[in-house]
């Protein structure tokens, strides 16, 4: 895929990398040696505790949502609009009943306003927590390098799993979230990115390691030059990661040889809130190899809102008697209109192509070969309707 060399990707000084002259820092700087290394404070609260820490910021929410005029009970607020005063049960229910009549008195314009003003916070508090967690991901999966390779060097058999098992017991850290940890921090810019969060990087370290030829040094910003992703124009982080989630679905179709499908349909079906999974994958390399077009895949989830699934659990052989009953069906709705003088009615030529590549997907996986493009078609004096004795 061409490389867009000239695209400035590189958020060098930007997002987490130490930018300035690369000394080491100030005394008591991560590494530095005036002091020892300090932690932010990271005892989870108890539930009551983030209950009333919830219940506060609710309470202020749904005051500045109401107004100060006209509270219920003895709820008192300063200049700020911040409530002062301690908030009994029953002036909680009070306040909470006086937000719900207002919403049911709203237009749409303000309702609008509601719902974009409380997702947008929303958004953003997500964000903020994203990277930061980025950064302490990115942290832990270095520490947990560089235990493994200590205990690499040692005749312990399952020493690194043995020591996590024994060290790691509160909090518990499973095995896939080590290696989690682990991939994010074995990219060599990753620093660079931590904005990300912990999620997205960890889909974009699998991804990186299927490619053989991106720079070592530099392989997200490498990526993002690949498939012509400028973070730079996004507005905000949310955006960021869809950006790169676009990269990241891109670089699976090509990975998995899956051609034809442009960056435009892919980013429309991301749109609709799929993320491409392993059946997705497949059934798009079926229809190619079967000589349709993947992209139609998408386009049909796009225009539906919905991936065809099967429902319940996968029994084969039910499926192969409901296919068989189902193609006769076809077969003999197929045969009334090829008998009919004329076929009125919409019928979409594009579900047609599509049934017609699905099934060729299906005989590949039979191991039976298509037909080709010249096999003649039956004779509509042949009688389809007609079964075969079993």
Same mark, same amino acid.
């Given at each position: 895929?061409?490389? +867009?060399?000239?695209?400035?990707?590189?958020?060098?000084?930007?997002?987490?990398?130490?930018?300035?002259?690369?000394?080491?820092?100030?005394?008591?700087?991560?590494?530095?040696?005036?002091?020892?290394?300090?932690?932010?404070?990271?005892?989870?609260?108890?539930?009551?505790?983030?209950?009333?820490?919830?219940?506060?910021?609710?309470?202020?929410?749904?005051?500045?949502?109401?107004?100060?005029?006209?509270?219920?009970g003895n709820i008192q607020v300063n200049e700020h609009?911040?409530?002062?005063?301690?908030?009994?049960?029953?002036?909680?229910?009070?306040?909470?009943?006086?937000?719900?009549?207002?919403?049911?008195?709203?237009?749409?314009?303000?309702?609008?306003?509601?719902?974009?003003?409380?997702?947008?916070?929303?958004?953003?508090?997500?964000?903020?927590?994203?990277? +930061?967690?980025?950064?302490?991901?990115?942290?832990?999966?270095?520490?947990?390098?560089?235990?493994?390779?200590?205990?690499?060097?040692?005749?312990?058999?399952?020493?690194?799993?043995?020591?996590?098992?024994?060290?790691?017991?509160?909090?518990?850290?499973?095995?896939?979230?080590?290696?989690?940890?682990?991939?994010?921090?074995?990219?060599?810019?990753?620093?660079?990115?931590?904005?990300?969060?912990?999620?997205?990087?960890?889909?974009?370290?699998?991804?990186?390691?299927?490619?053989?030829?991106?720079?070592?040094? +530099?392989?997200?910003?490498?990526?993002?030059?690949?498939?012509?992703?400028?973070?730079?124009?996004?507005?905000?982080?949310?955006?960021?990661?869809?950006?790169?989630?676009?990269?990241?679905?891109?670089?699976?179709?090509?990975?998995?040889?899956?051609?034809?499908?442009?960056?435009?349909?892919?980013?429309?079906?991301?749109?609709?809130?799929?993320?491409?999974?392993?059946?997705?994958?497949e059934a798009m390399k079926a229809i190619h190899d079967a000589g349709g077009d993947p992209a139609k895949?998408?386009?049909?989830?796009?225009?539906?809102?919905?991936?065809?699934?099967?429902?319940?659990?996968?029994?084969?052989?039910?499926?192969?008697?409901?296919?068989?009953?189902?193609?006769?069906?076809?077969?003999?709705?197929?045969?009334?209109?090829?008998?009919?003088?004329?076929?009125?009615?919409?019928?979409?030529?594009?579900?047609?192509?599509?049934?017609?590549?699905?099934?060729?997907?299906?005989?590949?996986?039979?191991?039976?070969?298509?037909?080709?493009?010249?096999?003649?078609?039956?004779?509509?004096?042949?009688?389809?309707?007609?079964?075969?004795?079993?």
């Open positions: 895929m061409e490389q +867009h060399q000239n695209q400035e990707n590189d958020f060098s000084g930007f997002m987490g990398a130490t930018g300035g002259t690369g000394g080491p820092g100030a005394p008591g700087s991560f590494g530095g040696p005036a002091n020892p290394i300090t932690y932010p404070a990271s005892t989870p609260l108890s539930p009551d505790e983030l209950n009333a820490k919830v219940r506060t910021e609710r309470i202020n929410m749904f005051v500045g949502f109401t107004g100060a005029a006209g509270l219920p609009g911040q409530v002062t005063s301690p908030v009994s049960p029953e002036d909680e229910a009070a306040l909470n009943e006086k937000v719900l009549v207002k919403i049911d008195t709203m237009g749409p314009d303000e309702l609008k306003n509601v719902i974009v003003t409380n997702t947008m916070a929303i958004n953003a508090a997500t964000a903020d927590v994203d990277a +930061h967690n980025g950064n302490r991901a990115y942290t832990v999966g270095k520490a947990l390098l560089r235990v493994e390779y200590i205990l690499s060097s040692r005749t312990i058999k399952n020493g690194f799993e043995t020591w996590c098992s024994e060290n790691l017991i509160k909090p518990r850290i499973s095995k896939r979230t080590r290696g989690k940890y682990m991939d994010i921090a074995r990219i060599a810019d990753a620093l660079d990115y931590v904005v990300l969060g912990i999620e997205k990087l960890a889909a974009l370290s699998t991804v990186l390691k299927r490619f053989d030829n991106l720079d070592p040094q +530099h392989p997200i910003r490498d990526f993002t030059m690949r498939y012509n992703i400028n973070l730079m124009e996004c507005p905000d982080v949310e955006e960021m990661r869809f950006e790169i989630g676009l990269g990241i679905t891109m670089a699976k179709l090509e990975q998995n040889d899956i051609p034809g499908v442009d960056k435009d349909c892919v980013r429309k079906f991301l749109e609709t809130g799929f993320v491409l999974e392993k059946r997705d994958l895949y998408l386009e049909k989830i796009i225009e539906t809102q919905k991936r065809p699934t099967v429902s319940g659990s996968l029994n084969t052989r039910t499926l192969s008697k409901n296919i068989m009953e189902q193609a006769q069906e076809i077969r003999d709705t197929v045969a009334e209109l090829l008998k009919a003088p004329k076929i009125t009615g919409d019928i979409n030529i594009d579900r047609i192509d599509a049934l017609i590549q699905d099934l060729n997907a299906l005989k590949l996986r039979l191991g039976v070969t298509p037909p080709s493009e010249t096999t003649p078609l039956p004779s509509q004096d042949a009688n389809p309707t007609e079964h075969p004795e079993s």
